[in-house]
């Protein structure tokens, strides 16, 4: 198994920029493809970005590519999403998800698909 636990999430105006991390404890990282999903108030999760496990390929939702990356960091198991340009509507509850030996060189935009989750942190921001 392994557990992930998000942080950096906060309150910020619209235009500004927040870094999630989610390290990732428990077994070896470069066994899972990483993602990050979101939830608003009253939305379905929704896919927002993942990394492969290789760390070379990311797939990006059309509402965040060009202000969103994703990244991830072997040597300190954790993935990241640096989020800039941030807009009201990108307010939600933001996860990170683990898929148990995804493929190597590609990741998954399917929530079914991820084994992991971690426990969310709110990300606000403000016009």
């Known amino acids: 198994q392994v557990q992930l636990v998000e942080s950096g999430g906060g309150l910020v105006q619209a235009g500004g920029s927040l870094r999630l991390s989610c390290p990732a404890s428990?077994?070896?990282?470069?066994?899972?493809?990483m993602g990050w999903f979101r939830q608003a108030p009253g939305k379905e999760r929704e896919f927002v970005a993942a990394?492969?496990?290789?760390?070379?390929?990311?797939y990006y939702a059309d509402s965040v590519k060009g202000r969103f990356t994703i990244s991830r960091d072997s040597a300190k198991n954790t993935v990241y999403l640096q989020m800039n340009s941030l807009k009201p509507e990108d307010t939600a509850v933001y996860y990170c998800?683990?898929?148990?030996?995804?493929?190597?060189?590609?990741?998954?935009?399917?929530?079914?698909?991820?084994?992991?989750w971690g426990q969310g942190t709110q990300v606000t921001v403000s016009s």
């Open positions: 998800a683990a898929e148990e030996y995804g493929s190597w060189s590609g990741a998954t935009l399917n929530e079914n698909n991820y084994d992991y």
């Open positions: 428990g077994r070896t990282f470069s066994l899972y493809a």
């Open positions: 990394i492969s496990r290789s760390g070379v390929t990311t």
